[in-house]
Nanobody, 119 residues
Framework: QVQLVESGGGLVQAGGSLRLSCAAF????????MGWFRQAPGKDREFVAQ????????YYADSVKGRFTISRDNAKNTVDLQMNSLKREDTAVYYC????????????WGQGSQVTVSS
């Protein structure tokens, strides 16, 4: 079993920045990939960004490309999401997730972090 604990959510002004963090806890698990997703009220959960653990390759949704940066610390089993130039459209609950095997599916999820961008 793997537990993901998130931190860093909050309220920011449009154009501002916020940094989310997520730590993975457990025993006998391997991280292949970690990602960030978000869900706005009344909408489906959508992909935001991901990072492969060994090589560090990243992939972003077009809506956040150039504004958000995902990074990881392999030794600490943590992943961060640096969010810059925030827009009101970024308001959502953000979830981190981890892929722990070779099936290309995310297996565990964090508790969610509220990010609210005011105008």
């Amino acid at each position: 079993q793997v537990q993901l604990v998130e931190s860093g959510g909050g309220l920011v002004q449009a154009g501002g920045s916020l940094r989310l963090s997520c730590a993975a806890f457990g025993r006998s698990f391997t991280i292949y990939r970690m990602g960030w997703f978000r869900q706005a009220p009344g909408k489906d959960r959508e992909f935001v960004a991901q990072i492969w653990w060994n090589g560090g390759n990243t992939y972003y949704a077009d809506s956040v490309k150039g504004r958000f940066t995902i990074s990881r610390d392999n030794a600490k089993n943590t992943v961060d999401l640096q969010m810059n130039s925030l827009k009101r459209e970024d308001t959502a609950v953000y979830y981190c997730s981890v892929d722990t095997n070779t099936d290309s599916r995310y297996d565990y999820w964090g508790q969610g972090s509220q990010v609210t961008v005011s105008s």
